[in-house]
């Protein structure tokens, strides 16, 4: 009676800790941030045409959000020691073909011609366009 006892308590605890906690990140995973994991690989389900679940809306769907994006988008950038000194200058959205431009400037209250960084983004997807120095 005791083994029956025994095997009972002590099978689920071994069934339980050989179960993985979503809180913890996977062996291979590193810590980039707090909350965030990061891994590399072949992503597991690559069905990137499939459109049950697929979100419809636009992804980008004002400026604050262009912004945003396009400020990470060129601190990403590789820069020379002059277009470091770039700050977001201007937000234009192109109504016809639905397009936002974000431009960067130096960091001053001069406007210089042909000392620029622009970034054009899809507001359906996000897709960056084109990036263009010097406009």
Do not use: H
Request: charged share 30%; proline share 3%.
């Amino acid at each position: 009676m005791k083994k029956i006892v025994l095997l009972f308590i002590l099978l689920p605890l071994c069934m339980f800790s050989a179960c993985t906690s979503k809180d913890r990140p996977r062996d291979n995973m590193i810590t980039f941030d707090k909350d965030v994991y990061y891994d590399e690989g072949v992503f597991f389900d690559k069905n990137w045409d499939e459109t049950i679940g697929t979100y419809k809306e636009a992804v980008v769907p004002n400026k604050e959000t262009a912004l945003e994006i396009a400020k990470a988008i060129f601190n990403g950038m590789e820069k020379t020691e002059d277009e470091k000194n770039f700050v977001p200058y201007s937000v234009f959205y192109d109504e016809q073909d639905e397009i936002w431009i974000v431009s960067f400037w130096k960091d001053s209250s001069e406007y210089i011609v042909g000392g620029g960084c622009s970034i054009a983004i899809q507001k359906a997807d996000g897709k960056v366009l084109r990036i263009w120095f010097g406009e």
